[in-house]
């Protein structure tokens, strides 16, 4: 890692086949550990069930309220301040059930590339 000051990019949002817009915060090599990326989903969308391959990955809730399904867990409700911790290859998908945008960090290590993400929509034993 070396000494970075990384400037708001929210005006480079963009949408994801995940289902959801993202905006990466930091995703290069003078922080070669860990992808941060700010996800956020209008009130009623869903993103796609969905696994990351060889990356695991950390949701923390800034704005709203969602109802996230990750591995063999029940679906539970989220809120500003919550942490999931997802481990690499297990499947997951957040919905915003609040009035509101829900808007969380997504932090990945290592770094997220588009290679890694494995949409398993409609898989018999995706939800």
């Given at each position: 890692?070396?000494?970075?000051?990384?400037?708001?990019?929210?005006?480079?949002?963009?949408?994801?086949?995940?289902?959801?817009?993202?905006?990466?915060?930091?995703?290069?090599?003078?922080?070669?550990?860990?992808?941060?990326?700010?996800?956020?989903?209008?009130?009623?969308?869903a993103t796609r069930w969905h696994?990351?391959?060889?990356?695991?990955?950390?949701?923390?809730?800034?704005?709203?309220?969602?109802?996230?399904?990750?591995?063999?867990?029940?679906?539970?409700?989220?809120?500003?301040?919550?942490?999931?911790?997802?481990?690499?290859?297990?499947r997951q998908r957040i919905a915003?059930?609040?009035?509101?945008?829900?808007?969380?960090?997504?932090?990945?290590?290592?770094?997220?590339?588009?290679?890694?993400?494995?949409?398993?929509?409609?898989?018999?034993?995706?939800?």
């Open positions: 890692m070396t000494v970075s000051v990384k400037l708001s990019a929210v005006a480079e949002e963009y949408f994801f086949e995940e289902g959801c817009y993202i905006t990466e915060l930091s995703n290069s090599d003078d922080d070669a550990a860990v992808s941060i990326a700010r996800a956020r989903l209008a009130p009623g969308e696994m990351l391959r060889d990356t695991g990955e950390r949701y923390v809730l800034l704005q709203g309220c969602g109802l996230v399904e990750v591995g063999d867990m029940p679906p539970q409700e989220v809120v500003p301040g919550d942490v999931v911790l997802i481990p690499p290859l297990t915003s059930v609040g009035q509101t945008d829900l808007i969380f960090l997504a932090i990945c290590s290592p770094p997220f590339t588009p290679d890694v993400y494995i949409d398993i929509e409609g898989e018999k034993d995706s939800g």
